[in-house]
């Protein structure tokens, strides 16, 4: 479904991303797993559309999206619940959702989504008219990631969605991203904590340093002695 | 007791004025973090419209000022486009000197098109002021408030209610969330210059035939439109719109009850008080648009 070749992506001076190759099916749930700085975030943010990509090809259902404009990646379907939350501080709840459904044309179908999203979040419904900036952390990212919902993706990326979240609220994160792939929506998570990555995804991607040291399953992954001394604790 | 109300109705319509001034600059700051230096030439650029509009073509002032703003809007987006565009706004040194070499351009367009001499936009009202209860009004000044006060309404809805509004504001508070969510951040940026472009040309034009129309008046409106910007809370909406008013207050009273000498300079004065006791603007409760 989404396939990257060898991209590359430079943050300034420095190489983000070397020369990363990696697939994702449809259906599958990968996560790309490394420390910090290992180059995670810029990936999903070139696929995204975000950060140029200086070499290399990514391609989307077959058709390449290599440096895309944001607004027609969304479009063929590819969410991106970013690092941090990113909810528009001072919007409402509700026009958060809406922003999330911005390159839909269905109105009706999209007051059905928010009223569908509501019907998720009850808490998001508590706080319609809300700003989002007044919400908790881990109201914040599920507000992030009904928002990302919101444009009805096929595939949907997920940059570190429990970095600072209370521990209640990361297990609803990621019963969340589990319930979204069991839904049928492809997903791709970027995730610092490896333990819980792969626990829940099919395959998974190490990245150090910008490149791709290691793949596997999640199984292989989690049985790899490298991983386990270094990313899961022994 | 006369004088006091004169002074207030005075200081409505000069305020009306500063508030469409200020919100149009308020807004490209807010949005695009440019401090858009030729802001003041948008506006006397929509009082030479005017004045070739009304005074050469015969054309009347209510379609001067249509054409002004019709035409500020096409001139926004083409600085947008042609000049913003091309370079990186964080290029905050960059973007002030592309601004002011752009004032400095049309103000001598303007000399060398229509002279240094001042010109005189006809008003299409009567000239006699109108008399309620001790108070004078020009006509002409009525008017202006009143399309001031419309021109106020319908950009406050352009901005909470319509979906236009709703991508700016999100493209402010968080430029790559708006990315992610599939705003095309750049033509809301050429929309929002030119939106405020609009905004001060439409004033320029309104106000043609208040005040004389002269290469230098762009100067002073860039001046105040900032005293206002700064008034209100950089970016701003609500803010700017309070702070034109007061603005003008502050202007009218000073030059009523201290000295006429003095008038701008006690607004700006006024302005160095509040950059000193509160320099996140007056009305500033966060830094946000609308």
């Known amino acids: 479904m989404l396939k990257l070749e060898d991209v590359t992506v430079h943050y300034g001076a420095t190489v983000a991303v070397d020369k990363v190759s990696l697939q994702v099916e449809e259906g599958e749930f990968v996560t790309l797993i490394g420390s910090n700085g290992a180059g995670k975030s810029s990936t999903l943010r070139a696929i995204s559309g975000l950060e140029p990509v200086v070499s290399g090809r990514i391609t989307f259902e077959g058709a390449p999206i290599t440096n895309g404009k944001p607004q027609h990646i969304i479009e063929r379907g590819i969410a991106h619940c970013p690092e941090g939350r990113r909810v528009f501080p001072h919007l409402s709840v509700r026009e958060n959702l809406e922003m999330g459904a911005y390159r839909r044309k269905d109105r009706q179908a999209i007051r059905d989504d928010v009223e569908r999203m509501f019907d998720r979040f009850p808490r998001l419904r508590e706080r319609t008219a809300q700003p989002a900036g007044t919400l908790s952390g881990g109201e914040q990212q599920m507000l992030a990631i009904a928002r990302a919902l919101m444009s009805r993706p096929r595939l949907i990326m997920f940059d570190e969605p429990s970095l600072g979240l209370a521990p209640n609220f990361v297990e609803q994160v990621f019963e969340l991203v589990t319930e979204i792939r069991a839904g049928g929506t492809t997903v791709l998570m970027v995730e610092q904590n490896a333990y819980a990555a792969l626990e829940l995804c099919d395959r998974s991607y190490l990245l150090e340093t910008g490149n791709v040291v290691l793949q596997g399953s999640a199984q292989e992954m989690r049985e790899n002695p490298d991983i386990r001394k270094a990313y899961l604790g022994g | ?290």
């Open chain 2, 1 to 290: 007791m006369d004088q006091f109300l004169q002074h207030i109705v005075n200081a409505l319509v000069l305020g009306s004025t500063y508030a469409l001034l200020g919100i149009g600059l308020t807004l490209i700051f807010g949005i695009m973090r440019v401090v858009n230096f030729a802001h003041g030439e948008l506006y006397a650029f929509g009082a030479y419209v005017s004045y070739a509009l009304v005074s050469l073509l015969g054309l009347n002032y209510f379609g001067s000022v249509l054409l002004a703003g019709m035409l500020g809007l096409l001139l926004g987006a083409a600085i947008e486009f042609l000049l913003l565009r091309r370079c990186k706004l964080e290029n905050i040194d960059e973007v002030m000197l592309i601004m002011i070499g752009l004032m400095i351009i049309m103000q001598n367009a303007e000399l060398l098109l229509w002279g240094g001499v001042a010109k005189v936009v006809p008003t299409p009202f009567a000239q006699e002021s109108i008399t309620i209860g001790g108070i004078y009004l020009s006509p002409t000044r009525l008017f202006v408030f009143c399309a001031a006060v419309v021109l106020l309404i319908a950009f406050y809805l352009i901005i909470e209610r319509s979906r236009l509004g709703l991508a700016m504001r999100a493209t402010f508070q968080d430029r790559d969330a708006a990315k992610i969510v599939g705003v095309n951040v750049g033509s809301i940026y050429t929309l929002t210059f030119a939106l405020g472009s609009c905004m001060a040309a439409v004033t320029g034009a309104l106000l043609a035939p208040v005040f004389v129309v002269a290469p230098t008046m762009g100067d002073l409106a860039s001046l105040k439109a900032f005293a206002i910007v700064i008034l209100g809370g950089l970016g701003n909406i609500p803010g700017a719109a309070l702070g034109g008013f007061a603005l003008a207050a502050i202007e009218e009273f000073g030059s009523g009850y201290i000295s006429t000498a003095y008038r701008d300079a006690l607004g700006f004065l006024a302005i160095l008080i509040v950059m000193v006791i509160r320099p996140q603007g007056l009305f500033a409760i966060k830094e946000r648009v609308g």
